[in-house]
């Protein structure tokens, strides 16, 4: 399941073939990632799955849901994506997010509502910079621009127990480094990244990429 969420909060939640029907998909363009020596080792990444929350049931009605063949084994974002994210509220500044960004080597920041966890946009280092290169004579003082004026604020989410393929076929087709995961009270509880998804199509068995 995806959703959306723009100012006025959560305005779609429904599946992959609806998403595509509601929002424009963006051209694609190369992957260029790179992955590290020590997430080549297949064992050790199976053992960092996460194997909590997902039960039988929950998968067999995902299935169910997706038209998906009930003895095919299916990966969920939950299993793969990271659970300690990043996030920023809408008062920070350009150049703190900017900052944040290089500091935890990452690509994009969520954007939650005060003292809440509920999202409200999100920035890429992308938008950043192409703002900021945009006037490069008042790029000293344009980086003290409040983030919430150029940031996403219709944004593309997954719920945990979606299948890792959908949410990287996504990824692609819409051009997103990195998809927030929501749960059904529309908290975040994670992020998917493209390196997240690599890893997984590199080290999991049975795992193949489609539409």
């Known amino acids: 399941m995806f959703s ?9 939640r429904n599946n992959i073939d609806h998403l595509y029907n509601v929002h ?5 363009q190369k992957l260029k990632n790179k992955v590290k020596d020590e997430d080549k080792n297949k064992e050790s990444f199976q053992e960092t799955l996460y194997k909590g929350k997902i039960t039988k049931e929950a998968t067999d009605a995902y299935k169910q849901m997706t038209n998906l063949d009930t003895k095919e084994i299916i990966y969920h974002v939950e299993q793969i994506m990271s659970q300690q994210v990043i996030t920023v509220n809408d008062s920070k500044t350009i150049a703190e997010c900017y900052e ?5 080597s990452i690509q994009q920041l969520p954007i939650i509502a005060e003292n809440m966890l509920h999202l409200k946009g999100i920035i890429t280092r992308h938008e950043i910079l ?3 290169l945009s006037d490069l004579a008042s790029a000293s003082e344009n980086v003290d621009t409040p983030i919430k004026e150029i940031a996403t604020k219709k ?3 997954t ?7 959908r949410v990287s076929q996504v990824m692609i087709d819409f051009n997103l480094n990195a998809i927030p995961v929501v749960n059904s009270d529309d908290i975040l509880v994670g992020i998917v990244s493209r390196n997240d998804i690599i890893k997984a199509v590199a080290s999991l068995p049975h795992l193949q990429l489609w539409a």
Not at 4 to 12: H, I, Q, R, T, V
């Open 100 to 104: 944040l960004m290089k500091e935890h």
């Open 24 to 28: 424009e998909v963006a051209p694609s």
């Open 130 to 132: 192409k703002f900021l």
């Open 159 to 165: 719920d945990p127990i979606s299948d890792i393929r």
């Open 4 to 12: 959306m969420y723009d100012d006025d909060g959560l305005n779609f």
């Open 155 to 157: 944004i593309i989410t």
